[in-house]
């Protein structure tokens, strides 16, 4: 066993702390997305249920587990590489920008804080609760808290750049594209914000509080609400472009391929719109709460469901393409890191499918 720790240390370029965990490599993986039937490639099991997505961080991949433990494994072999605990209170999905790792902590000393791989220390950390996972452009780190203060960080040492409130409770995450920050408050009010200094550029009124984390592709924003309803705003003004009823709470993200938008849903569907009139295309039922995000291509469509059941659905027509079944419920995002699907359920398993 130490002869192959020692050779998997050798084999990667800039590792550090072998002896500690490993939590640090570089390496090239191959990008095509794995079409179905897909193989098991590999599962391990951690001591908690998986804390949002896992993290890319080629050739290794990171989970975070409810149990705030921080797990590294192997992509290609599974093998588990690397292993941290945090002091603190984990609260929220972790989000890596180049060496360093970003975590919310909740407690007595609630932080963003910034841990860096390379040399497994803490980089810094600034104080408050935020349990919604940041987002890094460059040398900043946008990051909102739950009460809806949207803060810029410098990445390097986390002083506050500029912070703009929005006075109401937020329950995703913003979004970055281009020169603004788009974000969606438990009131119904979807914003676009100058990234550079948080000033307010339009806002749009929706009939319910935002549930998805708002999706932005080509000169639209998609969000979902917590009454159903699907709309399509102008990136530019926030005109409406379309709004739809899907029917049951949305799944927190949603997915776009060429010209289908799919979303997930409480009343266990997975459904596919048309993503520039909002026109239904397809429905797929599973036999249980869809929470998780799908990942998509133009081709197939990956979505797992509370059934414990990862699916493969065509795109285009929504149908079954393949399925395999899980230990438990996964209701975290599904990922596709390189030519590899990632998923992990909640009886603490994480799965690895690929093509052999």
């Known amino acids: 066993m130490a002869f192959w720790r020692w050779a998997l240390c050798a084999l990667w370029i800039g590792l550090c702390g072998c002896g500690g965990g490993m939590f640090y490599a570089t390496g090239a993986l191959v990008k095509d997305a794995p079409e179905p039937p897909l193989s098991l490639l590999w599962q391990q099991k951690m001591d908690g249920a998986p804390l949002g997505a896992a993290v890319d961080a080629a050739p290794l991949l990171m989970q975070m587990s409810s149990a705030g433990t921080l ?3 192997d992509l290609r072999s599974g093998e588990r590489v690397g292993k941290k605990g945090f002091d603190d209170k984990v609260c929220g999905a972790v989000q890596l920008a180049g060496d360093v790792l970003l975590v919310g902590t909740v407690g007595k000393e609630a932080a963003l804080v910034a841990w860096d791989r390379r040399v497994q220390k803490e980089r ?12 890094v452009r460059g040398d900043t780190v946008f990051v909102a808290a739950e009460d809806g203060v949207l803060r810029a960080l410098a990445l390097a040492g986390g002083e506050e750049l500029w912070r703009a409130s929005l006075e109401t409770r937020l329950r995703t995450s913003p979004t970055l594209d281009g020169h603004y920050l788009y974000v969606g408050d438990g009131r119904g ?26 999706l932005v592709h080509g000169g639209t924003v998609w969000v979902g609400t917590a ?20 029917g049951a709470l949305p799944s927190e993200g949603m997915a776009l391929a060429g010209e289908t938008l799919v979303v997930g849903a409480a009343n266990r569907g997975i459904y596919g719109f048309n993503a520039a009139r909002g026109d239904p295309l397809w429905h797929f039922e599973t036999d249980g709460v869809v929470r998780s995000w799908p990942v998509v291509s133009e081709r197939v469509c990956y979505a797992a469901s509370s ?10 027509e929504g149908n079954l393409l393949w399925k395999f079944r899980l230990d438990g419920a996964a209701l975290q995002p599904v990922m596709r890191i390189g030519a590899t699907v990632v998923v992990a359920t909640e009886k603490k398993m ?3 499918f690929g093509r052999r």
Do not use: M
């Not at 009454?227 to 899907?246: H, I, Y």
């Open 71 to 73: 797990y590294a494994f």
């Open 124 to 135: 810094w950390r600034h104080a408050g609760s935020f349990c919604l996972t940041p987002t």
């Open 189 to 214: 009010v979807v914003r676009a914000l100058r990234a550079v200094d948080g000033d307010e550029v339009w806002r749009h009124q929706l009939k319910a509080g935002v549930r998805t984390v708002p």
């Open 227 to 246: 009454t159903g309803e699907v709309a399509a705003l102008n990136s530019d003004d926030g005109g409406l472009q379309w709004e739809t009823q899907l």
């Open 307 to 316: 059934d414990g059941r990862l699916y493969a659905l065509g795109t285009k």
């Open 350 to 352: 994480l799965y690895a």
